[in-house]
C-alpha cells in the first residue's frame, strides 16, 4: 500500500467513525479533523480547527489528495 492509498485508508476510517458519532471529532489529530472535514464538506467542523480553507489545505499537501479521493470514490464502498 502506497502513502496515498494509506492515507485514503486512514480518512475513510475517521469520517465513517464521525458519521457515526460527530462528538468524538475533537478526539482526531489536527490532520484528520480537517480532511473529515473537508471531505463530509463541512465548513462548520473546518472552522473548529483552522481558520481558511487554504490554510487547511495547505496544512494536508498528501492527505488532500487523499482526501479528494475518498470524497470522490466514497467511504462506503471500501472495506479497509
Known amino acids: 500500500m502506497n502513502e496515498l492509498d494509506a492515507a485514503a485508508s486512514q480518512i ?3 469520517v465513517r467513525m464521525i458519521l457515526a458519532d460527530e ?3 475533537g478526539v ?11 471531505v463530509l464538506d463541512r465548513y462548520d467542523l473546518l472552522q473548529r480547527v483552522w481558520g ?5 489545505l495547505y496544512r494536508l499537501p ?3 489528495e487523499a482526501a479528494l479521493r475518498v ?6 464502498e471500501h472495506p479497509d
Open 28 to 38: 482526531l489529530s489536527t490532520g484528520e479533523r480537517i480532511a473529515v472535514a473537508v
Open 62 to 64: 498528501t492527505w488532500t
Open 23 to 25: 462528538k468524538r471529532f
Open 52 to 56: 481558511t480553507i487554504a490554510e487547511a
Open 71 to 76: 470524497q470522490r470514490d466514497g467511504w462506503e
Open 12 to 14: 475513510r476510517e475517521k
